[in-house]
């Protein structure tokens, strides 16, 4: 009788301890899925016009941003995203260098070049908008990337364009208050 007690209670406490143990890897490996989050819309939307405030550390929350971004961005069909367009007020954006999609965050044009050229630019938050806009072909920029190490890169043209577009989000700028004006 007392051997079976103790053999039921130590099997108890060792089941305990598994589901204890499985609970850990569970959160430990547990990714939440990643989301598709709706763009806002709309020039004179409020969340478009604030200025983005600077991140501190990489933190698990803003490296789940930048997936749900990624993947918000990819199904709009976009090439660049900025976190006010989903509602987000810290400052990241992605956009491409040399081609390749890049998560920065506390973006800022360090320098932009004296040449500039004037091409048509949409935006996600502002559809069926198409608007001159001057940018300069070449910039300096710096920034943090994901696994937290500040970057400084040298981009020009296109790359260029989309990462202006992108850092005017970041400030409450949208394509429209840059139109150039065509006479
Ligand atoms: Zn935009």
Not at 59 to 66: D, V
Not at 70 to 78: D, F, I
Request: neutral net charge; glycine residues 4%; hydrophobic residues 45%.
């Amino acid at each position: 009788m007392i051997y079976e007690l103790i053999l039921v209670c130590s099997l108890e406490s060792w089941f305990l301890a598994f589901a204890l143990h499985l609970l850990q890897r569970l959160q430990i490996h547990y990714n939440p899925p990643i989301a598709i989050l709706p763009i806002l819309i709309g020039a004179d939307h409020p969340a478009l016009r604030i200025k983005t405030k600077p991140i501190a550390k990489v933190t698990k929350k803003i490296s789940k941003l930048i997936k749900d971004m990624e993947e918000t961005m990819k199904v709009a069909n976009g090439v660049g995203l900025a976190s006010p367009q989903v509602g987000e007020t810290v400052r990241l954006c992605l956009a491409p260098i040399n081609g390749k999609l890049t998560a920065l965050i506390n973006a800022q044009i360090a320098r932009s070049s004296l040449e500039t050229t004037v091409e048509e630019e949409g935006c996600l938050s502002l559809p069926n908008t198409w608007v001159p806009v001057r940018r300069s072909t070449e910039i300096v920029l710096t920034y943090m990337d994901e696994s937290g190490k500040k970057q400084e890169r040298r981009v020009k043209d296109f790359d260029a364009r989309v990462i202006q577009h992108e850092v005017d989000h970041l400030d409450g700028i949208l394509i429209t208050d840059r139109a150039e004006k065509v006479s």
